[in-house]
């Protein structure tokens, strides 16, 4: 909860829902409040709110408790799921890689409505796989692919009252007569009306947590390595559960014998002993030994993994924001704990002036703290206190999260500002391609689509095309902070 | 360099934030000069000491570009995207024609399972017709009970299953019944939709007929 966090979470309201809900939102995230105290300080209609409150509840980005007459109820943020919202292109993403389109297209639907009916979710995907290639998917093919989602908790049943875990993951019951029926134009009534999907983000998250990890060890070793570190992970499923600080002892052989069975890298084959050696004997302690029998048992530390890569991460940072000479500075304070300024001075030999300023720099922006310890009365001496710097990580944490939500902002408040400069022109461009668009659709081509074409000037071509290139770059930017943002709270799960 | 100024301290030069001691301590010396306190806000936007590094591009980056920007243009053009109803003086008379064509058009206005959000929140239409449909529920049920009170008299015996059956009817009666009395009450009567600003009562009475009921 801070300022920079209202901020984009306002903005993320207002690009996927419009104004009205993002002011309705930056309300309730303000105080959860009732539906009186909401319109009394919003400048918006009864009705305004009242839809802005439903659409908020049924995209789960808001939650309510009911008060004591089960009519009324006072309204909150779900903030977390707001924040979720700069994931989603990822999440459709991994689900591409893991499975294949139509599974794309039905968790594309869930996260665009918020929650579905099974039923609904299936005719929905259908009519859209129909307009899109004239394919012919078949409706069994649907259900068992939204049910497969389902048995791997990709999804997962939305409900008031707080299910059990079994009953979260039950498969619905989905009869594709009735669906059928619908699509040919027929009534309305299915018999899974009332129970809704959404997504499982926890389940969304594990998975991108295995990606991040695989993905470090192969940029820090190679492919192979990789390769390894992804089946110790899948083996590492089958006897812990997904989200332990250490998982329990997997055996080795296990993971050789896939190795084998599969045979994709014969360089993982012919030395794979040396491989699990080397993960083990390196530094950062990805892998612990915990048993000598059958060519020994290993732990995977996902907590360690996690401190290691988020030190890393704000070395990096520091490195940027500081230069070298401060993450020299950093590192020293990290690997010694506490240290004095004068033993920095003599051990990073820069001149005392700048270790001086850099120190102080690195206090002001909150990556350093200061440690007093005074000495008791009665000693002697010159100096009558020690003072010591410290790291003290989980703060850097939050003051990077806050960094991140502060440049997120700025990236976002840009990109608005630069759509309201050239509104004008953009909104030309998308009429004159709504225009040509259709104008094929119809079979014309030639002079006549060119001449519509040509109202856009050169000049004006060139101004779209840097704004476009701006635009690009501002979403990259969002979505590789978001990166960030991810290691950093993974962090924070595990601490 | 700085051990030299050790001990020397307690002399004037007071910035504000720590005393002349403790900048001793943490290695500041009295012959290096502080600077003042500053009174100013920094810069709105301050120059950049370092460019940043340029963004690594890549096909799945693209993807993920071209996922993001689709799933934004179907939430701006969905009926989860709520735009502030225009005053009507500033719109001509053919552009209220559209915007009322517009409205009954399925997509726009985005469905609700009134079921799942508190009662307050339902459009005066469907809180009535909701409300109706509680009513007559209650009559079956009620009827029914009636039913099986009399055939239960008439039997005079003492069936375990009959009784089993009737009870959570009655429970659910009950319930029915002091919902309806919440509804009718006095005290909270904000909650159901009396306050109109008199704009736009006709339009968002017909965009409900001519919806569905959900």
């Known amino acids: 909860m801070s300022l920079q966090q209202r901020n984009v979470i306002k903005l993320i309201l207002v690009e996927r829902f419009g104004n009205v809900i993002a002011d309705v939102g930056d309300i309730i995230f303000q105080n959860p409040s009732s539906l009186y105290t909401i319109v009394k300080s919003a400048d918006i209609p009864l009705s305004k709110v009242k839809e802005a409150l439903s659409v908020l509840i049924k995209y789960n980005l808001a939650t309510f408790k009911l008060n004591t007459d089960a009519i009324t109820a006072i309204y909150s943020l779900n903030v977390k799921n707001i924040l979720l919202m700069l994931r989603f292109p990822k999440f459709i993403n991994l689900i591409k890689a893991k499975f294949d389109e139509s599974y794309e297209i039905l968790v594309e639907e869930i996260l665009l409505k918020g929650c579905l009916t099974a039923s609904e979710l299936i005719i929905k995907v259908t009519k859209r796989l129909q307009e899109q290639k004239n394919v012919n998917i078949l409706l069994q093919e649907l259900k068992d692919n939204f049910n497969s989602l389902i048995t791997a908790k990709y999804v997962m049943r939305l409900s008031l009252q707080s299910l059990k875990v079994d009953e979260l993951f039950l498969l619905p019951n989905i009869d594709l007569k009735e669906i059928l029926a619908v699509l040919n134009g027929g009534n309305d009534t299915l018999p899974d009306a009332g129970v809704y999907w959404t997504i499982n983000s926890d389940r969304f ?66 030395f794979f002993e040396q491989y699990v050696a080397i993960l083990e ?184 095309e840097r704004i476009g290139k701006m635009m690009k770059k501002l979403s990259l930017t969002e979505i590789e902070i978001d990166d960030t943002m991810f290691l950093l709270e993974m962090y924070l799960m595990y601490e | 360099m700085s051990g030299r100024g050790r001990g020397r301290g307690g002399r004037g030069g007071n910035t504000g934030l720590f005393n002349r001691e403790q900048l001793n301590a943490i290695g500041i010396t009295s012959n290096e000069s502080i600077p003042g306190p500053i009174r100013e806000p920094p810069p709105l936007f301050p120059l950049l000491n370092r460019k940043p590094v340029p963004l690594q591009e890549s096909l799945e980056l693209d993807y993920l570009l071209i996922l993001r920007q689709n799933i934004l243009d179907q939430m701006q053009s969905s009926g989860a995207y709520l735009r502030m109803p225009q005053s009507s003086e500033r719109l001509d008379k053919a552009q209220q024609e559209i915007d009322k064509l517009i409205a009954q058009l399925p997509s726009v206005k985005e469905k609700f399972d009134w079921n799942m959000l508190p009662a307050e929140l339902r459009p005066k239409l469907i809180a009535k017709r909701m409300k109706m449909k509680e009513s007559k529920a209650v009559d079956v049920n009620s009827r029914l009970n009636q039913l099986e009170k009399q055939e239960e008299k008439t039997e005079k015996a003492m069936d375990v299953t009959v009784k089993e059956e009737a009870e959570p009817d009655e429970e659910e009666e009950e319930i029915q019944e002091n919902y309806e009395d919440e509804d009718m009450d006095d005290g909270t009567d904000y909650a159901n939709n009396y306050f109109d600003n008199g704009e736009e009562y006709e339009d968002e009475d017909d965009n409900l007929d001519d919806g569905p009921i959900y």
Not at chain 1, 206 to 220: A, E, F, G, H, P
Request: proline share 4%; net charge positive.
């Open chain 1, 281 to 464: 004997q390196d530094v950062t302690g990805i892998i612990r030994k915990v048993g000598e029998a059958s060519g020994g048992s290993f732990q995977v530390e996902m907590k360690h993994i996690f401190t290691q890569l988020t030190w890393e991460a704000v070395e990096e940072i520091v490195n940027e924001k500081f230069d070298s000479k401060a993450s020299r500075i950093f590192r020293l304070v990290k690997s010694r704990h506490y240290i004095e300024p004068e033993q920095i001075q003599n051990l990073v030999m820069i001149p005392a002036k700048e270790v001086k300023r850099i120190l102080y720099m690195l206090l002001e922006e909150n990556f350093l703290v200061v440690n007093e310890l005074k000495r008791s009365a009665t000693s002697l001496g010159p100096s009558k206190s020690f003072t010591l710097f410290h790291i003290r990580l989980t703060q850097v944490i939050r003051t990077m999260i806050e960094l991140c939500f502060k440049t997120l902002y700025n990236i976002m408040m840009r990109r608005c500002h630069e759509k309201y400069l050239n509104k004008r022109l953009i909104d030309k461009k998308h009429r004159v391609d709504t225009i040509t668009h259709g104008m094929r659709a119809q079979g014309i081509s030639g002079d006549s689509v060119l001449d519509i074409e040509e109202m856009i000037t050169p000049p004006e071509n060139e101004i779209l």
């Open chain 1, 205 to 270: 998250h594990q998975d991108l947590r295995d990606q991040l990890i695989v993905n470090s060890v192969t940029n820090k070793f190679d492919e192979n390595m990789g390769e390894l570190m992804r089946l110790l992970l899948q083996q590492m499923y089958v006897r812990t559960d997904p989200w332990v600080s250490s998982s329990n002892p997997i055996p080795i052989l296990e993971v050789k014998e896939i190795v084998k069975k599969r045979n994709t890298h014969p360089q993982l084959v012919a």
